[in-house]
């Protein structure tokens, strides 16, 4: 059987692939048609990201949910776009406030233009893809209101930190599921809602992506820290440099305040809350890290989530639109980038 690759999933259906091969080019002209401002610095920034790429796959699962339906429906290119313009707004404000230098392999808006062009495209794009919602309805605008609330308290929660009585493991848990896991939720619930789904299968697809976004962010957290920053476009170790606490520094200070951690736990702690301004001093706490044992199993809990999406997908009817399914949620976890 030959398998084609779209969007970075592998598809062992022909016809399927391409189908989404064709919707997400329709997909990519309308982003680039969405993002074009009238002014133009407005328009360089608002490009820029655009222009540096992605895997797109936000919309890849909206176009997918949509396949348990009429996939043919316009509507649903639309939601593809909607989501895709919210996450590459939310992308201008993440970098900022985490100081990210590279955003894709390209240096991040704020390096290239400053940090207050960078927040004021974020915010163009927000409302672009507002006024991209918008025309898919007053139920899509209310959909996409409460995702970006959510999104917002996400970022909120991450700032902040855990309180003196929450686990902060638990914490994280929460901070993904609305700073990253709404918005692959909403692009599955679009998808099937607009391709005309009935309530059961909007309602699980919506909890199938929410359970992939959280594994999608882990999986990120493992790949900070073992891949190549000339591979995913991201400077490794940037989480750590700004003392924003992921998966495997979270489950490394678990360990040392179970009492169970050994000489080496400790002292790798201490060297990831000291200063890590310098290249240096970065690069030599990212390599320590990556050879923790708290890397595994972060990769771990992002699998079992993973395989925990999958399982939702039990009462859906075997098929291609299936298989794909099963497949984007592999995807998530079983990559390099």
Not at 31 to 38: I, T
Not at 222 to 245: H, M, N, W
């Amino acid at each position: 059987m030959s398998v084609t690759r779209t969007a970075s999933i592998p598809l062992a259906d022909e016809a399927l692939a391409r189908r989404l091969e064709h919707q997400l080019a329709l997909v990519e002209t309308r982003l680039y048609a969405a993002v074009a401002q009238a002014d133009q610095l407005a328009d360089e920034a608002s490009r820029h990201l655009v222009h540096a790429g992605g895997k797109r796959l936000r919309p890849a699962l909206t176009l997918l949910a949509a396949e348990l339906g009429d996939p043919g429906r316009p509507a649903v290119v639309e939601a593809a776009v909607a989501v895709e313009l919210t996450h590459l707004a939310s992308l201008y404000h993440d970098d900022v406030m985490d100081s990210a230098p590279l955003r894709r392999g390209a240096p991040s808006a704020h390096e290239v233009w400053g940090n207050t062009v960078a927040i004021l495209t974020g915010d163009l794009l927000f409302a672009r893809a507002s006024a991209t919602v918008a025309g898919l309805g007053p139920d899509a605008v209310r959909i996409h209101a409460e995702t970006f609330e959510r999104l917002c308290l996400g970022q909120l929660a991450e700032t902040v930190g855990p309180g003196p009585d929450d686990d902060p493991i638990e914490h994280y848990l929460r901070v993904l599921s609305d700073k990253t896991a709404s918005l692959v939720g909403t692009s599955a619930r679009y998808g099937a809602t607009f391709a005309g789904c009935d309530a059961p299968t909007v309602d699980l697809l919506t909890a199938f992506g929410e359970r992939v976004g959280v594994a999608f962010q882990l999986a990120d957290d493992y790949i900070d820290l073992v891949s190549d920053g000339a591979l995913t476009g991201k400077t490794p170790g940037t989480d750590l440099r700004e003392g924003v606490a992921t998966m495997p520094t979270l489950l490394l200070r678990a360990r040392v305040a179970s009492g169970q951690a050994d000489a080496t736990d400790m002292a790798l702690l201490e060297q990831l809350s000291g200063d890590l301004s310098s290249d240096a001093a970065l690069a030599a706490a990212v390599t320590a890290l990556r050879q923790h044992q708290v890397v595994a199993q972060t990769r771990e809990r992002s699998t079992a989530l993973a395989r925990e999406a999958v399982d939702l997908l039990d009462p859906l009817p075997a098929g291609p639109a299936k298989d794909a399914l099963v497949a984007f949620a592999r995807v998530l976890v079983d990559r390099d980038a």
